[in-house]
């Protein structure tokens, strides 16, 4: 009988072995909308191979200058997930280059077409995932903070919850008078950088700005999403992202508003990530 207890123990029990979710890095989705292969990295939860369940989906959006592994292999995505008692879900990290999650002034590239047109289908077609807007969340980082507000601001019918950490968003102020060579930097792959000063609020800027955003975007629509905004006290962004909670408190948009010790660094991140897990999988429930 001892025996059989302990093979029991070995063999039915998760916890000895700390299993975890099935990750995949790099895999590739062909898209007719961007012209091209657009690799994403997706982390199964446990018991997906092994179950017909069907499971909500966080969209996990990286920054500037990273791609579909800066989450898994940088924000140690894998470890805090097995580490946190969170809802279990499908994480899906999706690359965007350098694209900001838009699409461009000159039409050439349509991310955003290609992340709600062409991604989102794909993945509740090829996965167990639960296709309704209940159970569909995106946050991200930086770029991809910013990534997050923009579609779930513009498309807050797809989406239950929203979670920017250092959200890479900037004032019509910030835009006038940014220098040059950071506008070129920044913006290159999809704003005219010859454009200066007050040049720069174009028709199009505006269509991405998620203060006028904010400003235009039916109320109702935005209570739609519940939102976390998360920034360091010593990150950069934090007065942009200041200002963005002020524009949603004047439009009476409820969100958790935190603001924490650090920077605009991994470890902010990493440690931000499982407060994250929790507020999406209270919007799950």
């Given at each position: 009988?001892?025996?059989?207890?302990?093979?029991?123990l070995?063999?039915?029990?998760?916890?000895?072995?700390?299993?975890?979710?099935?990750?995949?890095?790099?895999?590739?989705?062909?898209?007719?909308?961007?012209?091209?292969?657009?690799?994403?990295?997706?982390?199964?939860?446990?018991?997906y191979?092994?179950?017909?369940?069907?499971?909500?989906?966080?969209?996990l959006?990286?920054?500037?200058?990273?791609?579909?592994?800066?989450?898994?292999?940088?924000?140690?995505?894998?470890?805090?997930?097995?580490?946190?008692k969170?809802?279990?879900?499908?994480?899906v990290?999706?690359?965007?280059?350098?694209?900001?999650?838009?699409?461009?002034?000159?039409?050439?590239?349509?991310?955003?077409?290609?992340?709600?047109?062409?991604l989102?289908p794909y993945?509740?077609?090829?996965?167990?995932?639960?296709?309704?807007?209940?159970?569909?969340?995106?946050?991200?980082?930086?770029?991809?903070?910013?990534?997050?507000?923009?579609?779930?601001?513009?498309?807050p019918?797809?989406?239950?919850?929203?979670a920017?950490?250092s959200?890479?968003?900037?004032?019509?102020?910030?835009?006038?008078?940014?220098?040059?060579?950071?506008?070129?930097?920044?913006?290159?792959?999809?704003?005219?950088?010859?454009?200066?000063?007050?040049?720069?609020?174009?028709?199009?800027?505006?269509?991405?700005?998620?203060?006028?955003?904010?400003?235009?975007?039916?109320?109702?629509?935005?209570?739609s999403?519940?939102?976390?905004?998360?920034?360091?006290?010593?990150?950069?962004?934090?007065?942009?992202?200041?200002?963005?909670?002020?524009?949603?408190?004047?439009?009476?948009?409820?969100?958790?508003?935190?603001?924490?010790?650090?920077?605009?660094?991994?470890?902010?991140?990493?440690?931000?990530?499982?407060?994250?897990?929790?507020?999406?999988?209270?919007?799950?429930?």
């Open positions: 009988m001892k025996i059989v207890i302990i093979l029991f070995l063999i039915g029990s998760p916890a000895v072995f700390g299993q975890k979710g099935h990750l995949q890095e790099s895999l590739p989705l062909k898209s007719s909308i961007l012209g091209k292969v657009v690799n994403y990295s997706i982390l199964l939860p446990e018991g191979e092994t179950t017909n369940r069907r499971y909500p989906v966080l969209y959006l990286h920054g500037f200058g990273d791609d579909e592994t800066g989450w898994t292999q940088m924000g140690e995505v894998e470890r805090i997930v097995e580490e946190t969170a809802v279990p879900m499908i994480i990290m999706p690359n965007a280059e350098k694209t900001w999650y838009m699409n461009s002034a000159d039409g050439k590239i349509r991310y955003e077409d290609f992340f709600i047109k062409e989102i993945i509740d077609s090829t996965y167990r995932s639960r296709p309704q807007k209940n159970y569909r969340a995106i946050a991200g980082l930086s770029m991809g903070g910013y990534g997050t507000l923009l579609l779930a601001t513009k498309h019918e797809y989406f239950a919850a929203a920017p950490l959200a890479a968003v900037f004032t019509d102020e910030e835009i006038v008078t940014m220098k040059p060579e950071d506008y070129q930097r920044r913006f290159g792959k999809v704003m005219p950088t010859e454009l200066k000063g007050k040049n720069r609020l174009s028709d199009h800027w505006q269509q991405f700005s998620i203060f006028n955003l904010v400003q235009k975007q039916p109320v109702e629509s935005l209570k999403v519940r939102y976390y905004i998360d920034c360091g006290d010593d990150d950069h962004l934090i007065r942009a992202n200041m200002a963005l909670h002020t524009t949603l408190l004047d439009k009476t948009i409820p969100h958790e508003f935190r603001v924490h010790d650090g920077g605009h660094t991994w470890t902010y991140w990493r440690e931000a990530l499982p407060k994250v897990l929790g507020f999406v999988s209270q919007s799950f429930h």
